[in-house]
């Protein structure tokens, strides 16, 4: 039995602009279990890296969590659970600090922008380990030259003392997951991480985090929107759309017996290997703007089995099978709704 590492429930974010407030995460719910791997996808601005850096409290002002949970069931000192709200902590509070980068690490989209031109590799490696650990800084030395060669870096004594922008992008990317493994966290946030590498570069670098994940038995929360790559590693798939999660269930499931016209579409949209040319199915229109969010049904606009309903009622989660939820009206009973609508 799987054992529940985080449970996000209802999370909103949102940004507070001069142009007005953008709700980029809308009610969200989330569960990663101890282990195993959580694919989030969706298309580029449905809020699935926001969602995601909410877990370590790194969310870019004028963002900030208004509401909701995010449960981290942590292991203490005593071998004891204690579960800790991390939407309710201090973003440079000392608790948070002493999670983020130690238990929960997160390898972010674009090494390069991550990782400081103005230092090493390797002293970007040691300061997180110095920070979470008590080793010396001889030994925390040795342990950054272990983990690149264990992330396959050829050479780790000689590369470990260059600067980033003396590597090549999957190089970069093999040291960001150096970094946020080297002080063997219980999950592991990976955004985009194979986005910006070659098909063999990010083939590679897909295994090797398979195989980490399997040495030190974490959870993996990957973000993507490359349906291929979620076929490839994921147990369990979340399918967001402008900050809600429409859907969510194992993998099986998900590209066997997709619910949501929004998953269906994406499936379809997929380029196929075929012995004669045809057209891409591409979904139809694209993201709204953050400011004119539509009414009703966020994804009503571009959805081909959208009703008159569906541009006024907010859908609710509807429970389909043990593992699988939907967020849409075609499985809703509207006659409920409408009475309540009347009444009020």
Same mark, same amino acid.
């Given at each position: 039995?799987?054992?529940?590492?985080?449970?996000?429930?209802?999370?909103? $974010?949102?940004?507070?602009?001069?142009?007005?407030?953008?709700? @980029?995460?809308?009610?969200? /719910?989330?569960?990663?279990?101890?282990?195993?791997?959580?694919?989030?996808?969706?298309?580029?601005?449905?809020?699935?890296?926001?969602?995601?850096?909410?877990?370590?409290?790194?969310?870019?002002?004028?963002?900030? &969590?208004?509401?909701?949970?995010?449960?981290? #069931?942590?292991?203490?000192? #005593?071998?004891? *659970?204690?579960?800790? /709200?991390?939407?309710?902590?201090?973003?440079?509070?000392?608790? &948070?600090?002493?999670?983020?980068?130690?238990?929960?690490?997160?390898?972010?989209?674009?090494?390069?922008?991550?990782?400081?031109?103005?230092?090493?590799?390797?002293?970007?490696?040691?300061?997180?380990?110095?920070?979470?650990?008590?080793?010396?800084?001889?030994?925390?030395?040795?342990? =950054? &030259?272990?983990?690149?060669?264990?992330?396959?870096?050829?050479?780790?004594?000689?590369?470990?003392?260059?600067?980033?922008?003396?590597?090549?992008?999957?190089?970069?990317?093999?040291? +960001?997951? =150096? +970094?946020?493994?080297?002080?063997?966290?219980?999950?592991?946030?990976?955004?985009?991480?194979?986005? =910006?590498?070659?098909?063999?570069?990010? @083939? #590679?670098?897909?295994?090797?985090?398979?195989?980490?994940?399997?040495?030190?038995?974490?959870?993996?929360?990957?973000?993507?929107? *490359?349906?291929?790559?979620?076929?490839?590693?994921? /147990?369990?798939?979340?399918?967001?759309?402008?900050?809600?999660?429409?859907?969510?269930? *194992?993998? /099986?499931?998900?590209? #066997?017996?997709?619910?949501?016209?929004?998953?269906?579409?994406?499936?379809?949209?997929?380029?196929?290997?075929?012995?004669?040319?045809?057209?891409?199915?591409?979904?139809?229109?694209?993201?709204?703007?953050?400011?004119?969010?539509?009414?009703?049904?966020?994804?009503?606009?571009?959805?081909?089995? @959208?009703?008159?309903?569906?541009?006024? $009622?907010?859908?609710?989660?509807?429970?389909?099978?043990?593992?699988?939820?939907?967020?849409?009206?075609?499985?809703?009973?509207?006659?409920?709704?409408?009475?309540?609508?009347?009444?009020?």
């Amino acid at each position: 039995m799987s054992e529940t590492l985080i449970e996000v429930t209802d999370l909103k $974010i949102h940004f507070f602009t001069d142009e007005g407030v953008v709700r @980029a995460v809308d009610g969200s /719910d989330l569960t990663v279990e101890r282990g195993r791997t959580l694919s989030l996808v969706g298309e580029s601005g449905c809020g699935k890296s926001v969602a995601c850096r909410s877990l370590l409290q790194i969310v870019h002002t004028p963002g900030r &969590i208004v509401s909701g949970e995010i449960l981290y #069931n942590r292991k203490s000192g #005593n071998g004891l *659970d204690e579960i800790i /709200d991390i939407a309710k902590l201090d973003p440079k509070g000392k608790q &948070i600090r002493d999670i983020r980068g130690k238990e929960i690490s997160m390898i972010f989209q674009e090494p390069m922008t991550s990782l400081s031109p103005m230092y090493t590799v390797g002293n970007q490696i040691v300061e997180n380990i110095l920070l979470h650990t008590d080793k010396t800084k001889k030994e925390a030395h040795a342990l =950054a &030259i272990e983990l690149l060669d264990k992330v396959g870096i050829p050479k780790p004594g000689r590369l470990v003392e260059e600067y980033p922008f003396r590597l090549s992008g999957g190089m970069r990317q093999r040291a +960001m997951i =150096a +970094m946020a493994l080297s002080c063997n966290p219980t999950m592991l946030i990976a955004d985009e991480p194979t986005t =910006a590498l070659d098909v063999t570069t990010q @083939a #590679n670098i897909l295994d090797l985090m398979l195989d980490l994940q399997r040495q030190y038995g974490m959870a993996l929360l990957f973000i993507t929107h *490359d349906l291929g790559v979620v076929a490839e590693i994921a /147990d369990d798939v979340a399918v967001m759309y402008l900050g809600k999660i429409v859907e969510k269930s *194992d993998v /099986d499931t998900i590209f #066997n017996n997709p619910q949501h016209p929004y998953t269906q579409a994406l499936l379809r949209s997929i380029p196929k290997v075929a012995t004669r040319r045809e057209e891409l199915d591409p979904i139809k229109g694209m993201v709204p703007n953050p400011y004119r969010r539509p009414e009703g049904c966020p994804f009503h606009p571009r959805c081909a089995k @959208a009703f008159s309903e569906c541009r006024t $009622i907010v859908p609710s989660v509807t429970q389909l099978g043990e593992n699988h939820t939907v967020q849409c009206l075609l499985y809703e009973d509207l006659s409920d709704k409408k009475a309540m609508e009347q009444s009020l």
